[in-house]
């Protein structure tokens, strides 16, 4: 899913991420593109970043140091 919450109310975004959720916990596979970093740290396994359609970190989504490196990616 590219960018799925782009331009949701935030009931919305909740509601979807739920979904999201309950499919993956299903034993489905999900690739999620998203900017809405708090989703994606409830949602992911794991972190691809990419920047120029490069890979430029990867790792455990439960790693706090992959997370601030991701969120300072997003603020630059």
Do not use: C, W, Y
Request: hydrophobic share 45%.
């Amino acid at each position: 899913m590219d960018e799925p919450t782009e331009g949701l109310q935030p009931s919305n975004v909740a509601l979807l991420g739920d979904h999201i959720e309950s499919a993956r916990d299903a034993g489905r596979g999900v690739l999620l593109i998203e900017q809405h970093l708090e989703l994606a740290k409830r949602l992911a396994d794991r972190f691809i970043v990419l920047e120029k359609g490069e890979i430029v970190d990867s790792g455990p989504a439960s790693d706090p140091d992959l997370a601030a490196r991701v969120a300072r990616r997003l603020l630059i």
